[in-house]
C-alpha cells in the first residue's frame, strides 16, 4: 500500500511570506506527527495528532507555526511570516494507534523548505 | 546539553566490517529506544526497537540497551555497501505522549 505522502516535496519562498505544508498518512493511520530537520541534525519534534486533535504540541517553536487535521486523515502544517531560520526539511510520519501503544512511525520523505 | 547524544561521524569502513554506532542520553524516563535508518533524501525507516536492557538481533543487527550507563548500541555484521545511510537512535520518554527524541544521526559510508 502507499506510504506516507508528502507535498510539496520542496518549496522556496521568500522572508515574511505564508506557506502550508501538506501530508497524507498512511490510510487508517490514528496518529500523525510532524518533525523538522535541520542539515545534519535528527528529526525534532514539533507536534503529534492523535485523530483530529494535537495530543502534544510542545515542539512547535512559536506561534507562527500551527497544524490541523480536521478529518483526522490529511494534515497541514501553516508557517507564518517565514524566517531564514525556518529553512530545514520538515517530516511528517503516522502510526496505526498512537496513545500510547509502542509502534512503528512510518515516515514520509519530507518537504524541503528553503527562505530566501 | 542535548537529552540524547550521537557522534555525527563521518563513520568510514571496508565492506565486511563489524560496525558499532553508540547514543547516550541523560533523561532516565526514557524506555523505549530505536534505531533509524535514514538514506540521503528520504524520510527515516525503522530498524529496530528495544524496551529494556540487553541486546536484540534481527538478521546482521543487534541492538544493545544499557539503561544503567544510559548507553544504547547498534552494532552490524558484515557491512554492506547498501548499509551507507545515516544512522538515527530515537527515544521516547512515555509520559502521556509518542513523540520520539532524535540524536543527531551518524553517518557511515561502506566501501566495497
Known amino acids: 500500500g502507499a506510504g506516507v505522502s508528502q507535498t510539496p516535496s520542496n518549496k522556496v519562498t521568500e522572508k515574511g511570506k505564508y506557506v502550508e505544508l501538506r501530508c497524507d498518512p498512511i490510510s487508517g493511520h490514528t496518529a500523525l506527527y510532524w518533525y523538522r530537520q535541520s542539515l545534519g541534525q535528527g528529526p525534532e519534534f514539533l507536534i503529534y495528532f492523535q485523530g483530529t486533535g494535537a495530543a502534544d504540541d510542545s515542539g512547535l517553536p512559536n506561534d507562527r507555526f500551527f497544524a490541523v487535521r480536521p478529518e483526522g486523515s490529511v494534515s497541514t502544517l501553516k508557517i507564518q511570516r517565514t524566517e531564514r531560520g525556518d529553512s530545514a526539511v520538515y517530516l511528517c510520519a503516522s502510526s496505526l494507534l498512537g496513545g500510547g501503544n509502542v509502534e512503528t512511525q512510518y515516515f514520509g520523505p519530507g518537504t524541503r523548505l528553503l527562505v530566501l | 546539553q542535548k537529552e540524547v547524544e550521537q557522534d555525527p561521524g563521518p563513520l568510514s569502513v571496508p565492506e565486511g566490517a563489524i560496525v558499532s554506532l553508540n547514543c547516550t542520553y541523560s533523561n532516565s524516563a526514557f524506555q523505549y529506544f530505536m534505531w533509524y535508518r535514514q538514506y540521503s533524501r528520504k524520510g527515516p525507516e525503522l530498524l529496530m526497537y528495544t524496551y529494556s536492557s540487553g541486546n536484540k538481533e534481527d538478521g546482521r543487527f543487534t541492538a544493545q540497551v544499557d539503561k544503567s550507563s544510559k548507553y544504547i548500541s547498534l552494532f552490524i555484521r558484515d557491512s554492506q555497501p547498501s548499509d551507507s545511510a545515516t544512522y538515527l537512535c530515537?527515544?521516547?520518554?512515555?509520559?502521556?505522549?509518542?513523540?520520539?527524541?532524535f540524536g543527531t544521526g551518524t553517518r557511515l559510508q561502506v566501501f566495497p
Open positions: 530515537a527515544m521516547n520518554p512515555r509520559e502521556n505522549t509518542d513523540k520520539l527524541i
